[in-house]
């Protein structure tokens, strides 16, 4: 029966997914801790029956959360490199622009998120090394495309990534020469134009 005027509808039926986005924004808010099922219930409009329908316990939630995040991540490295045209060189300083513009806040409190949680859970420290794994392999091999012995290569890559991620838990404020910073760094980690 329709709800009459004033009245809320009832969701609609939840996914899989929706629990997991759910789940993904309360790690981006506070960590794993803050991932209950009650509490995301509550957050979601629905009784804690539809997780049980998705999920056997909160442990289920978390192991598909980490995957998700997991395939997330690979696809993105592989689509963020496709996406960006012309030589080695130019798709890494494609890469190294799209993080340090800072475009997603979510998408990096999520991933600070499942780092912090790595270093306490094996389920979350296998998810970031296989997502690591995948971001140095790709990266590795453009600097490998540019010429860079494979051991070169590889280190190449980790700096890379070290910077991006390290850069972005440093608190600095805006430079006045935002752009000739980033050209330099493009230099120091990639080499010249």
């Known amino acids: 029966m329709p709800a009459s005027a004033g009245e809320p509808a009832a969701p609609a039926r939840l996914s899989r997914e929706h629990w997991v986005e759910a789940a993904l924004s309360a790690l981006a808010a506070g960590g794993p801790e803050t991932i209950r099922v009650e509490t995301l219930a509550k957050a979601l409009g629905v009784t804690k029956g539809s997780f049980y329908w998705h999920f056997r ?7 598909a959360l980490l995957e998700v995040w997991r395939d997330r991540r690979s696809a993105a490295i592989r689509a963020q490199i496709e996406a960006a045209s012309g030589p080695p060189a130019a798709r890494l300083r494609h890469l190294l622009d799209l993080y340090l513009d800072r475009a997603n806040p979510r998408g990096m409190a999520i991933e600070l998120a499942v780092r912090d949680w790595a270093r306490r859970d094996p389920g979350a420290a296998a998810a970031v090394a296989a997502v690591d794994a995948e971001r140095l392999r790709a990266v590795g091999g ?8 494979p051991a070169e ?6 700096a890379f990534y070290a910077f991006i991620f390290g850069q972005s838990l440093v608190l600095q404020e805006p430079s006045a020469d935002a752009p000739g910073r980033r050209a330099l760094l493009a230099r120091l980690l990639i080499g010249p134009p």
Do not use: I, K, V, Y
């Open 57 to 63: 316990d909160r442990d289920a939630l978390l192991a």
């Open 142 to 149: 453009l600097f490998e495309a540019m010429g860079c012995p």
């Open 153 to 158: 290569a590889e280190a190449r890559a980790l």
